[in-house]
């Protein structure tokens, strides 16, 4: 899996401007249908890819194994984690009422007495009273802090799946035979 076309047509690099792409679109994916658009929006994207790196006389086999790992291996762990983000998405990160002034009312009144009784039991050693009103901002912010966990999980995954095509690529390079490597660098030359 030598690139002969430049830098941008690394696994890496493809990968993540195809996940871009997906991304970009995800929201207005049918939950039924998500899988089928999301390896259309895919496909479009890699036809679109694979037009530039004709152009810089890319080797078929690379492309072959490029798209083996977009298709095969990144999208398949995309897909249930962006169907989950949409999901979560448009019902406000499963949040009691969305988080609405009220919910954040409750949320804060629970964790006051919860905070309460924690300060006022005596094995657990909590030393400042304002624990309780603490705990009690950290719940009116409850909706924000759940959204930004998780979508910090999400884009940690979107980033892990590119990382992982980056890395892959460069240990099949170290194991390229001298055989494989003619081959790809008479492939690479050969006018399309």
Known sequence: MLNLAGQKFNFGAVTYAVLDDCEHRRRSWPPAGAPAAMRAAAVEKLAEIRAAYDEMKGSALYWRALEREVLDTALPQYLPAAIEQTRLESTGYD??????????????????????????????????????????????????????????????????????????????????????????????????
């Not at 919910?103 to 309780?132: H, K, M, N, Q, S």
């Not at 909706?143 to 990382?163: A, C, H, M, Q």
């Not at 240990?171 to 001298?178: N, S």
Request: glycine share 10%; with cysteine; proline share 4%.
């Open 95 to 192: 949040v009691w009422r969305g988080g609405d002034l009220l919910a954040r009312v409750a949320f804060a009144l629970a964790a006051l007495a919860v905070g309460g009784i924690v300060i006022a039991t005596p094995f657990i050693p909590i030393v400042e009273d304002g624990f309780a009103f603490a705990l009690a901002l950290a719940a009116w912010f409850y909706p924000e802090l759940r959204r930004g966990l998780v979508t910090f999980r999400y884009g940690r995954l979107l980033n892990r799946l590119v990382s992982e095509a980056d890395a892959y690529q460069r240990k099949q390079l170290r194991y390229l035979t001298a055989g494989e490597l003619e081959e790809e660098l008479v492939e690479g030359c050969r006018p399309l």
